[in-house]
């Protein structure tokens, strides 16, 4: 009885051993996608730079004195989200611009004439729907809440190179 008892003991350590070395090679054979540097967390300087672009708006249209174009020491040692490595850079006629909204933040950029939709962060309690991101003449996204029901729909045109946004909510 205790020979059967030990036999049983040894052979789930082994099954153990073996899942536990099976799952560290399938992790490291494919699992890269998950460690690489677009999934690193951000240094100081980037959470500094994110945050100047979420609180001026003018940071996220580029406009002079804002942190894309440095008029002050402590501006020229960060760099513009859109300079943050592991995210596209923007070509170089580019404007880009942060719309805040109760339903969510969009960021959205001009190419030229052509309006294109960054990203776009749903706020709590909500989702995002019917995102029709560009590049395009008009690019939009709804933010959709279901409790209570709401929906906030932004729409971004380019108006001389910039992002012109129109934010309209519908009960």
Same mark, same amino acid.
Not at 132 to 140: I, L, N, S, Y
């Given at each position: 009885?205790?020979?059967?008892?030990?036999?049983?003991?040894?052979?789930?350590?082994?099954?153990?051993?073996?899942?536990?070395?099976?799952?560290?090679?399938?992790?490291?054979?494919? =699992?890269?996608?998950?460690?690489? #540097?677009?999934? !690193?967390?951000? *240094? %100081?300087?980037?959470?500094?730079? $994110?945050?100047?672009?979420?609180?001026?708006?003018?940071?996220?249209?580029?406009?002079?004195?804002?942190?894309?174009?440095?008029?002050?020491?402590?501006?020229?040692?960060?760099?513009?989200?859109?300079?943050?490595?592991?995210?596209?850079?923007?070509?170089?006629e580019t404007r880009?611009?942060?719309?805040?909204?109760?339903?969510?933040?969009?960021?959205? =950029?001009?190419?030229?004439?052509? #309006?294109?939709? !960054?990203?776009? *962060? %749903?706020?709590?309690?909500?989702? $995002?729907?019917?995102?029709?991101?560009?590049?395009?003449?008009?690019?939009?996204?709804?933010?959709?809440?279901?409790?209570?029901?709401?929906?906030?729909?932004?729409?971004?045109?380019?108006?001389?190179?910039?992002?012109?946004?129109?934010?309209t909510e519908h009960?």
């Open positions: 009885m205790i020979g059967r008892l030990a036999l049983a003991i040894a052979g789930w350590l082994v099954a153990a051993v073996l899942a536990s070395g099976a799952g560290v090679m399938l992790i490291s054979l494919f =699992g890269g996608h998950y460690t690489d #540097a677009a999934n !690193r967390p951000m *240094t %100081p300087d980037e959470v500094r730079s $994110a945050l100047t672009l979420s609180r001026d708006p003018r940071a996220a249209s580029g406009s002079p004195g804002s942190p894309s174009h440095p008029s002050s020491p402590n501006a020229a040692s960060s760099p513009s989200p859109s300079e943050l490595p592991g995210r596209p850079s923007p070509g170089p880009v611009r942060l719309i805040p909204t109760a339903g969510g933040h969009v960021i959205a =950029g001009c190419e030229g004439d052509l #309006a294109r939709l !960054r990203s776009w *962060t %749903p706020a709590q309690g909500f989702q $995002a729907d019917d995102v029709e991101p560009g590049p395009d003449d008009k690019v939009r996204v709804k933010f959709e809440s279901d409790d209570p029901d709401i929906e906030i729909e932004v729409e971004v045109r380019c108006v001389g190179g910039a992002p012109d946004a129109r934010v009960d």
